[in-house]
């Protein structure tokens, strides 16, 4: 215990600051190295974005709208004929998507409480460099501890003249949980979140539009999987406006109108009943109290850390979508587990250049490594195999032709330097390639391993064969 004016603190050996994936995994990480560990959460569930409002429900979306885009266009295909037709019940599409998030929470719970870890309900705000205050509508109470880890997450971003009034205007939060069908969803950024969710509504009857900045979809991807998606996206009925700078989003009643610029400078003007902003998240550090700390942000609000993923407080620690990298759960996870190991004396390592990332739209898409445009920057000679999912014969069973494998490979050593897939499961398949590349395998070394047949993994394998001298057999 501590004391401050007078009353007493409670101390804890390590307090994590909210209770996302990288927060929850860290506080039972700690919990498990011995530490007397309490994690904060502002929220009624823990979890964070992911499990609540991100990762997990859009997810049960994605399947559920997959299961009816396969019964209406693929039933009969495989032969089998629907009778009597076939009706959508979107509030319970809706509602087993709580369910599953509920289920997942329910387990978070389990888990605090299995390894004793104490949570503290309400915004935990320092009061100074070793002093947290957690308080909530009810109350407030004061705490120290030896070590801080802030795991706050992120946000939604926004463009600075567009008004969320998150009824038709509205961010992922809200789109994961619409009364409705939308008519016509106009998606006002081509990356991860906007294309998921895109997806999802266009299966279920919606005309969906994608406005894009850049010339490309999922720009920070390999261009041949931008290329790719985008195709087979077109294909399902999605309509594109890439090199479109939006300027202007207004609600009129219960229609949005939208007015982007493309390059050219040439108007394009949509209009539809709901307008999805999916321009990026920012980091979520208000509330904090980092200015009653020596803590500082960059330039894009992030928390500045060193190596160890240290502040500039060495006690208080940052992980996740609050400092630089990619904003994606498992990379929070990753920098969980290394902060509770780095504490309790132990030497972990993270290789950021092999934390995978993926898109959930179906085909789906995959990345581990460096890109060739990463590749030509940097001056490295390469060489490249690439194999296409229609050429295997588990694509051709299931009807998922949609896609390729590609291998990127040092041109001296054959060491693996990125992975880029796109088709059907892809984002298991991406397991493979980091498992491969944090051993430093080369492509020789996949190509010679054996893969089950008839598998989508087999792709990966004839990939690395198309890279060791041009050698893939089914293609």
Request: glycine share 10%; hydrophobic share 40%.
């Amino acid at each position: 215990m501590g004391y401050l004016f007078g009353y007493i603190m409670q101390k804890f050996d390590v307090i994590i600051i909210g209770s996302g994936p990288g927060g929850y995994v860290a506080a039972i990480r700690c919990a498990q190295l011995g530490m007397n560990t309490a994690l904060v959460e502002k929220e009624s569930t823990l979890g964070g974005t992911c499990l609540n409002v991100g990762c997990i429900p859009s997810k049960a979306l994605l399947d559920s709208s997959h299961h009816y885009e396969t019964i209406m266009h693929d039933s009969q295909e495989h032969g089998i004929t629907i009778r009597g037709g076939v009706s959508l019940d979107f509030k319970a599409m809706i509602d087993r998507k709580q369910s599953v998030v509920d289920q997942t929470v329910k387990g978070i719970d389990f888990l605090m409480d299995k390894n004793k870890i104490t949570v503290l309900r309400g915004i935990g705000s320092f009061k100074d460099a070793k002093t947290l205050m957690v308080k909530d509508a009810q109350k407030e109470a004061t705490y120290t501890a030896d070590k801080f880890i802030v795991a706050t997450g992120s946000k939604p971003g926004n463009l600075p003249f567009i008004s969320l009034d998150k009824e038709r205007i509205i961010t992922s939060t809200e789109a994961l949980s619409l009364k409705e069908i939308p008519k016509h969803l106009v998606v006002i950024g081509g990356g991860v979140i906007g294309l998921e969710l895109g997806q999802v509504y266009k299966r279920l009857g919606a005309e969906v539009s994608v406005v894009e900045y850049a010339d490309r979809i999922i720009p920070s991807m390999d261009a041949a999987l931008s290329k790719e998606l985008m195709k087979v996206l077109k294909k399902q009925g999605i309509q594109f406006y890439l090199s479109h700078a939006v300027r202007k989003v207004e609600r009129k009643g219960n229609q949005v109108v939208i007015e982007a610029l493309s390059k050219k400078e040439e108007l394009l003007q949509l209009e539809g009943d709901y307008a999805l902003v999916s321009v990026g998240r920012v980091a979520n550090t208000e509330g904090l109290g980092l200015e009653n700390t020596g803590i500082q942000l960059d330039e894009r609000g992030r928390i500045a850390v060193n190596e160890q993923l240290q502040t500039a407080e060495p006690h208080i620690y940052a992980i996740g979508d609050v400092i630089q990298g990619a904003m994606l759960a498992h990379k929070a996870e990753e920098e969980g587990v290394f902060i509770a190991e780095i504490i309790a004396g132990q030497k972990p390592h993270i290789n950021y250049n092999l934390i995978p990332s993926v898109v959930y739209t179906w085909p789906e898409v995959a990345s581990v490594g460096q890109n060739e445009e990463q590749l030509k920057s940097l001056g490295i000679d390469y060489k490249s195999g690439s194999f296409p999912m229609r050429a295997l014969g588990r694509s051709r069973a299931s009807g998922d032709i949609h896609g390729f494998i590609k291998i990127l490979a040092d041109s001296k050593t054959d060491e693996v330097l990125g992975v880029h897939m796109i088709g059907a499961r892809c984002a298991d398949l991406i397991a493979e390639a980091v498992t491969a590349m944090e051993f430093r395998a080369s492509a020789e070394d996949i190509a010679r391993m054996s893969h089950a047949h008839p598998t989508y993994a087999e792709a990966v394998k004839e990939a690395a064969l198309a890279a060791t001298e041009n050698r893939a057999l089914h293609a």
